[in-house]
């Protein structure tokens, strides 16, 4: 299995507008029929620590169950026409992929 860990920092992190629109985007991201399964994120209210980050608007994790799906899913007209219509949205992206060990 492949996990697709992906994590967004908005250019205007007050804005709803661009919040609703960058949600929106993502849960249309999970309709991409390689995925096994989903979810969406946001920081959650735990206790503020040197090793916690909560400053990413929104976490978004996928698995695929191989790497065909995963490169499936990275040139998919639905993931291609995300990026397009959101990537004005935000100011860093930080993808992390990775493999489950035994």
Not at 14 to 36: F, H, M, Y
Not at 47 to 75: C, G, K, N, W
Not at 80 to 95: S, Y
Request: aromatic share 12%; glycine share 2%.
């Amino acid at each position: 299995m492949i996990i697709h860990q992906v994590y967004f920092w908005l250019k205007d992190p007050q804005s709803s507008d661009a919040r609703d629109q960058l949600k929106k985007g993502l849960e249309n991201l999970l309709t991409i029929e390689t995925i096994k399964s989903g979810h969406i994120g946001i920081p959650a209210s735990t206790p503020l620590r040197e090793v916690v980050d909560h400053s990413f608007a929104f976490s978004y994790q996928t698995i695929f169950e191989s790497m065909d799906d995963h490169e499936v899913y990275q040139t998919h007209t639905v993931h291609l026409r995300f990026i397009e219509a959101c990537e004005h949205l935000w100011d860093r992206v930080q993808v992390f992929d990775y493999s489950l060990t035994d």
